[in-house]
């Protein structure tokens, strides 16, 4: 049931950049992203909804394909302040289910 | 803002101690979890709860845990004999309803030694 994320870590530059994947091998009902910083809790960035929509969060934005059952994370012109781990947590009903989270993607810009 | 806080923040112990985390949720939450998290490793569920009961408990979950919520306003995970691999950070975590955005607590770092 746990949701497989892709790459495991990626370094970017400022300004560059990155996609991250998060896939399941069962239907979802909902996919969130969360960012963890070291040391810090979770922060949530952003759920999404079956029905294959997509949601935009300032220079992060992400899609939902529900035949794939796969969501990605997209960070444009990456800054500084995005680096740090990012978790999708995903939901297979719409009941009182709690998100699984995948291992992560651990995200370095560097200047 | 409310937040979810979360006491204490850091904790050692020795092995078969028992440990209490203590988390107060942010108010109008109605469904409260625990998670924890291995140094360096993915976030996993432990327990949630909702309506004074546990509404699901992963594996990890097993008879050395126990949760509850005994005034209305904290969240408590007991571990009654800890063990080295419990060592972890635990986070709390509330919302207010279940589709929705999860407020985690900064976590407790648990140390057994």
């Known amino acids: 049931q746990q949701p497989v994320q892709s790459p495991q870590a990626v370094i970017l530059r400022e300004g560059e950049d990155a996609v991250i994947n998060c896939s399941s091998s069962?239907?979802?009902?909902?996919v969130h992203w969360y960012r963890q910083k070291h040391g810090e809790a979770p922060v949530f960035l952003m759920i999404?909804?079956?029905?294959?929509e997509q949601k935009g969060h300032e220079k992060i934005s992400a899609s939902f394909n529900e035949k794939k059952q796969q969501s990605s994370l997209y960070l444009t012109a990456s800054q500084l302040s995005y680096s740090g781990t990012y978790f999708c947590g995903t939901a297979l009903n719409s009941g009182n289910t709690p998100l699984v989270f995948g291992k992560g993607t651990r995200l370095s810009v560097i200047a | 803002e409310p937040e979810v806080t979360q006491t204490p923040s850091h904790q050692v112990t020795q092995m078969g101690q028992e440990v209490i985390l203590r988390c107060v949720p942010i108010?109008?939450?109605?469904?409260f979890y625990w998670y924890r998290q291995i140094l360096g490793q993915k976030v996993e569920f432990l327990v949630s709860f909702y309506n004074n009961e546990i509404s699901e408990k992963s594996e990890i979950f097993d008879d050395q845990f126990s949760v509850e919520r005994p005034d209305g306003s904290n969240f408590t995970l007991k571990i009654r004999s800890t063990k080295l691999e419990d060592s972890a950070m635990y986070f709390c975590?509330?919302?207010?309803?279940?589709?929705?955005?999860?407020?985690f607590g900064e976590g407790s770092r648990l140390t057994v030694l």
């Open positions: 999404l909804l079956k029905g294959g």
């Open positions: 975590a509330s919302r207010t309803d279940y589709t929705g955005e999860l407020f």
């Open positions: 108010s109008n939450h109605l469904y």
């Open positions: 069962k239907a979802l009902y909902s």
